[in-house]
């Protein structure tokens, strides 16, 4: 699973990347962010599962050290 964190000043995007093996963490992670920050997210791709979680920089910061944390469980 690659996580890349992008800032364009006011705001701010986050791209997590992973194969399908890694289908249900991809998934559990991403969820999480979601449900703990509001933030909009595009999913695509299905073998190179691929998912851009943008916003304002504070929460996508906030969605980053949640997605981090997700991916010690």
């Not at 194969?19 to 791709?45: I, M, Q, Y």
């Amino acid at each position: 699973m690659k996580i890349d964190y992008q800032d364009h000043g006011v705001t701010a995007s986050l791209t997590t990347t992973s194969t399908v093996f890694e289908f249900r963490k991809h998934n559990r992670v991403v969820d999480t962010a979601l449900f703990l920050t509001s933030v909009t997210a595009v999913h695509s791709g299905f073998f190179r599962m691929k998912t851009v979680i943008s916003g304002k920089t504070p929460i996508v910061m906030r969605a980053y050290r949640v997605v981090r944390q997700e991916m010690k469980r």
